[in-house]
């Protein structure tokens, strides 16, 4: 029989309710899971989490809750092949897996270590030195930050079921924070198995994590303003969280992470023999046809100089024309499906729309002969690369094809590249590949207002270098505008959500003592 996935609340796992939606494999079609309606009630979920989750979390030093997700990824890794063989109905081949379902397990292990290391072993971290406010000494002022008191509401995404769950749950966690956690209804079936694998290891508290397989309704409706509430996703649906009347009325914390129109830059410095042409090339193709394209640091588009936009174009176009797409669990296949036919139709419509303003240079959205499966059963597209020389055009820089989609945007001199990728309206990363360390500093400064990362390329760091599009947990992973406004991960930045900074003033030798 085809499970019907439940949810996780008040340490139970307990049925949906209403009609199921089939979620179907993305290769092939079939049924992988049903997902209910309704689960339940978010209300009671919510507060088990406040009342049981949180005083357990609370009770820990930062120290004990770093070394539960030490133990925690160490679990994990005993369940990597069972999470990866799912994670290949998502359409995932091992590649984008490692980037998912690897990636995640080693943001909790980064996490762990970064806790141990730089964390105190109390419950209470101080924010900044102490203050004098009196001339004899005997008063001052310290800023100290400590855990709220409500649940960490987590809405994700359905592109990195694991890895999206994961990032959001382990600065919760160490801050002293139960989750919430609400995947999206795609790919669901993988976080309930990572759920599952969790809860089964033993090693959290109770009420420290809840696991809504289900629609949204009523989960944000009875948020306080002790919760927090991170979403990655949609711009759309951001604005719509934003503006709720309980998220803006209550003055919820609230941070999102929106899908961007990434760039990378080809500097004017760089010809065709040089080692960083390649790169480019290579860099642009793999954020092309990882996961799909289907990643909110994809680069969307690729500036390159006016007089290379040709050789750029060629060179492409023939690594693209090599590419094999397929069913994911084969070993010849360089790229997976979307995650299911209407995301391939709305990668479809948004190529049409770029189109109005482009031409494609590669590719058939409407075609694509595949290995190992049935191109139309399964959501198989063609990368699909475009080129527009009309510096007016505005669609390159509205319209995203959340896919294996990128455009060309020749420019002319690198005041005008920053002012094309400036037109994003906020991205979360960036690349500029140069050799020239002028023009890589002309460019971070003209683009570090509008990118939340910004990734320099060159022959000397390219051996090491984690790519364009990997976020690493070390660092902030989010950007102004569009992105959605806000930052996720970024080291023991990613804590600072979940706690709440208060200014104590007191005696200097109580302050000391505080943290």
């Known amino acids: ?45 919510l507060a088990h989490a406040r009342q049981v989750g949180g005083p357990a979390l609370r009770a820990l030093t930062f120290t004990q809750r770093a ?46 270590g970064k806790g141990a290391r730089e964390l105190p ?18 008063f001052a002022g310290r800023h100290i930050l400590g855990p709220r008191l409500g649940a960490a509401v987590q809405i994700n995404a359905f592109n990195f079921p694991v890895w999206g769950m994961l990032e959001k749950f382990a600065p919760a966690f160490l801050a002293g924070m139960p989750s919430v956690v609400k995947p999206a209804g795609q790919t669901a079936y993988l976080t309930e198995l990572l759920v599952r694998r969790i809860i089964e290891s033993g090693l959290l508290p109770e009420g420290t994590l809840s696991l809504l397989c289900a629609g949204p309704a009523g989960l944000v409706d009875t948020l306080t303003p002790q919760d927090t509430l991170g979403f990655t996703g949609s711009a759309a649906t951001a604005l719509a969280l934003r503006t709720h009347p309980a998220v803006a009325g209550r003055s919820v914390p609230f941070n999102a992470e929106a899908d961007s129109l990434n760039c990378s830059i080809l500097g004017p410095d760089v010809t065709p023999d040089d080692p960083e042409f390649a790169l480019f090339v290579d860099q642009l193709v793999t954020e092309m046809t990882v996961k799909a394209g289907q990643k909110c640091t994809a680069i969307r588009r690729a500036l390159v100089p006016s007089a290379l936009a040709d050789t750029v ?49 590669f590719g058939d959205p409407g075609r694509i002969d595949v290995v190992g499966a049935d191109s139309e059963k399964g959501a198989f597209l063609s990368p699909i690369l475009l080129r527009s020389d009309d510096p007016a055009a505005s669609t390159p820089h509205e319209v995203e094809a959340f896919g294996p989609v990128s455009t060309l945007l020749p420019y002319n001199g690198i005041d005008e590249a920053a002012e094309i990728a400036a037109r994003g309206g906020g991205s979360l990363a960036g690349s500029i590949v140069t050799t020239d360390d002028q023009v890589a500093r002309t460019l971070i400064t003209a683009l570090a207002p509008w990118h939340g990362r910004l990734l320099v390329l060159d022959r000397h760091d390219a051996a090491e270098s984690t790519g364009h599009g990997v976020a690493m947990p070390q660092l902030i992973h989010g950007g102004p505008g569009r992105a959605g406004g806000g930052e996720e991960l970024g080291g023991l930045r990613a804590l600072r959500p979940h706690l709440r900074r208060t200014a104590v003033q007191a005696h200097p030798r109580l302050l000391e003592g505080l943290a």
């Open 1 to 45: 029989m085809t499970p019907v996935l439940r949810s996780y609340t008040r340490d139970t796992w307990q049925d949906g309710n209403g009609p199921t939606k089939p979620l179907l494999d993305a290769a092939t079609g079939e049924t992988v899971a049903l997902l209910p309606a309704t689960g339940p009630d978010p209300a009671a979920m």
């Open 67 to 112: 070394a539960v997700l030490k133990d925690l990824a160490k679990h994990l890794r005993g369940h990597l092949d069972e999470l990866a063989a799912l994670s290949t109905r998502t359409g995932a081949t091992r590649r984008d897996t490692a980037v998912d379902v690897d990636g995640g397990i080693a943001t909790l292990a980064v996490y762990a």
């Open 121 to 138: 072993d109390t419950t209470v971290l101080p924010d900044g030195d102490t203050e004098p406010l009196g001339r004899g000494g005997t």
């Open 313 to 361: 174009a060629d060179a492409v176009t023939e690594r693209l024309r090599g590419t094999v797409v397929g069913h994911p669990g084969e070993e010849a296949v360089d790229m997976g499906p979307v995650v299911s036919l209407a995301q391939r139709d709305e990668v479809r419509d948004a190529v049409a729309r770029l189109a109005s303003d482009a031409k494609v240079v």
